[in-house]
């Protein structure tokens, strides 16, 4: 009995190792997690996409809101996505403590549930993985949606049959059909509440500019927590300041290549060029020496997985001539999502140097002291 409980526990220290040694969980581990005690599922989709289908129980944090600047660009506490008081009031209110175990998510393509986890990450949070293939991956895995996903195939076949059969005048099958088509609705309800991707929102008003949106209280009951940040467990290894950029940027420029320092842009091609331009920034345009990835290249579309196989992320990467000596940062419009996910794909390949610009465009492109190219 002695060596049981023995191996049991070498057993549980291994597992729990392997977990927090990991930036990403698998739909199969992750499944097993939903409901339980200490855990919170976090979606970092917008409120839409939470309220169209979010894992049961789930919070929403829309990683683009994570990134919190004033109406200029202007970050009050750089290089943190949010001021520490501000970040633990939203945090807490999500009811997540210091001890929650948090899972980021998203639909599956992977950036905003990397912007979850670079904000967790940046203050300290351990407990915080990526869902590798997100809520889609999720309903693959209940036995209850695929059910409800055929019921629905079939309602749609029965609606356009009853309504073909109206319009040629044979009310007998249209009858037949339509009290068919009743009978689906009807199991499809009743399956509703048993699916573990479900439908609806409760928004709750935090106050100054913030709010939480919840599942609905027939759903799960969120109960605020108190969450504190430690200065001393502040990562920086995940996030920098347009200082620490700029800085890389005149080293580039003197030194091209051969420099210490990488900036990748991981925008699209029209807001590199400055022909589109986000959130009311003043300037267009990319910061100057950056190499262009978007963010598309990380995500593995063949799939549906977050992120692509890691020989394909090491080849991609080789390309670009981006090593592993090498201080990397990477931006996007706010950080909280394209950056946030070439920074996780180039932690989960083992590059020490690697962060997300927390301004981002939003800030650099609102500083006309700084330098950009078009």
Not at 26 to 53: C, H, Q, R
Request: aromatic share 8%.
């Amino acid at each position: 009995m002695k060596r049981l409980v023995q191996a049991l526990v070498v057993l549980a220290l291994m597992a729990g190792a392997s977990l927090a040694d990991k930036l990403t969980i698998s739909p199969e581990e992750a499944y097993k997690l939903i409901g339980k005690p200490g855990v919170m599922f976090v979606s970092g989709d917008s409120e839409t996409a939470f309220e169209n289908g979010h894992i049961v129980g789930s919070v929403n944090m829309y990683a683009h809101h994570l990134h919190h600047s004033d109406i200029m660009g202007r970050m009050h506490c750089a290089p943190l996505f949010q001021c520490p008081k501000d970040a633990e009031h939203y945090i807490g209110a999500h009811g997540i403590d210091n001890d929650t175990t948090v899972i980021a998510y998203d639909n599956w393509r992977g950036p905003n549930a990397t912007g979850v986890l670079a904000f967790f990450k940046s203050y300290g949070h351990k407990k915080v993985y990526v869902l590798d293939g997100g809520v889609d991956a999720i309903k693959a895995l209940d036995p209850n949606q695929k059910k409800y996903d055929e019921l629905k195939k079939k309602k749609r076949e029965i609606k356009r049959a009853y309504k073909k059969a109206k319009k040629a005048g044979d009310m007998k099958k249209y009858k037949e059909l339509k009290a068919e088509y009743k009978k689906i609705v009807k199991q499809m309800k009743e399956l509703e509440p048993k699916l573990i991707v479900r439908r609806g929102i409760k928004k709750v008003d935090l106050g100054n500019g913030h709010h939480a949106y919840l599942p609905p209280e027939s759903e799960a009951k969120i109960t605020p927590k108190h969450y504190k940040i430690d200065p001393k467990k502040i990562d920086l290894s995940w996030v920098a300041g347009k200082d620490e950029v700029y800085h890389a940027v005149l080293d580039r420029l003197k030194n091209g290549d051969k420099s210490k320092y990488v900036i990748i842009d991981t925008r699209s091609m029209i807001e590199i060029i400055g022909e589109r331009k986000m959130d009311n920034v003043a300037r267009g345009g990319h910061i100057p020496t950056a190499k262009f990835i978007e963010w598309k290249n990380i995500t593995d579309f063949k799939r549906h997985k977050s992120f692509r196989t890691k020989k394909e992320l090491e080849e991609l990467f080789k390309r670009y001539g981006i090593t592993k000596d090498k201080t990397i940062y990477a931006y996007c419009q706010v950080g909280t999502g394209r950056g946030s996910d070439i920074i996780t794909a180039l932690k989960l390949l083992g590059y020490p140097n690697a962060k997300v610009y927390s301004g981002s465009w939003d800030e650099w492109g609102n500083d006309m002291n700084l330098p950009i190219r078009r």
